[in-house]
């Protein structure tokens, strides 16, 4: 295919690794689907796929993991003829009988949490039990997944679910969850430089001060230099009381 050279890179859209089904971790020989979202020139629709840095022998727009192997862990990228290379997605591939599954393991405070308990081979599980920092949270007889509407800072944690599989008892490895707070990071917009909440406080003190009678007279000049401004009179005067 016709691949754009480094130099006129500058203004293409950059490629995205989609994983479908939308889980990047998986267990042992289940299918996974990855598709490469990029703009591609007429009529060539090869794709680059690289794993763990190593350039594969695919060239089609979807790189299918039929029966997912422990090796198929790793980072996946991809490119198209008029995108530049994506963003590494991980996948990684457990063995066990039972996994915890995520859409995002980094949730924004008020975000939904949604967790599966998925089984190897799609193996039917009694008696679903999902435990957040050791402590059993929700137990369901059939239904392998836990929803929690709207995230709070405490349902950050780690998680695992446990089952019954034919007659035994079988445990995931434990995942975490962070939940992050709303004002990490602090986006410019949304927050005061600290002189500005200082002016802002200084104000509301004069107006206090001003409401409780005491008269604040600063003697000063704007145009004094520093050296004035120092030796420059800030007097207190207490006002008439409940008069």
């Excluded at 020139?41 to 350039?55: A, Y």
């Excluded at 997912?68 to 198209?80: H, I, L, M, N, R």
């Excluded at 924004?108 to 089984?119: F, T, V, Y």
């Excluded at 409401?211 to 007279?217: A, C, N, P, R």
């Amino acid at each position: 295919g016709t691949w754009v050279s480094a130099g006129t890179q500058t203004d293409l859209p950059k490629a995205v690794v989609l994983l479908d089904p939308q889980w990047d971790r998986v267990l042992k020989d289940d299918h996974v689907t990855l598709k490469c979202q990029g703009d591609y020139p007429l009529g060539d629709n090869s794709t680059q796929w690289w794993h763990n840095g190593t350039l594969i022998s695919n060239q089609a727009s979807s790189y299918f993991i039929t029966r997912a192997k422990v090796e198929d862990s790793g980072d996946y990228k991809c490119q198209t003829g008029l995108s530049t290379l994506s963003d590494p997605v991980k996948l990684k591939v457990y063995i066990g009988w039972l996994l915890v599954q995520a859409p995002r393991w980094v949730v924004q405070e008020g975000e939904p949490i949604q967790l599966k308990c998925h089984s190897w081979k799609n193996t039917t599980v009694g008696k679903v039990q999902f435990f957040q920092n050791g402590k059993g949270k929700k137990f369901s007889y059939q239904n392998s997944d836990f929803y929690i509407p709207e995230a709070k800072l405490e349902h950050s944690g780690s998680y695992f679910c446990r089952g019954i599989i034919g007659r035994k008892n079988e445990s995931s490895e434990a995942m975490n969850i962070t939940v992050q707070g709303q004002e990490s990071p602090p986006s410019s917009s949304s927050f005061f430089p600290p002189w500005h909440q200082i002016t802002f406080f200084l104000v509301m003190g004069l107006l206090f001060a001003v409401d409780t009678g005491l008269h604040f007279s600063v003697k000063r000049d704007l145009r004094n230099s520093k050296e004035d401004w120092r030796n420059s009179k800030v007097t207190w005067t207490q006002g008439p009381q409940g008069k």
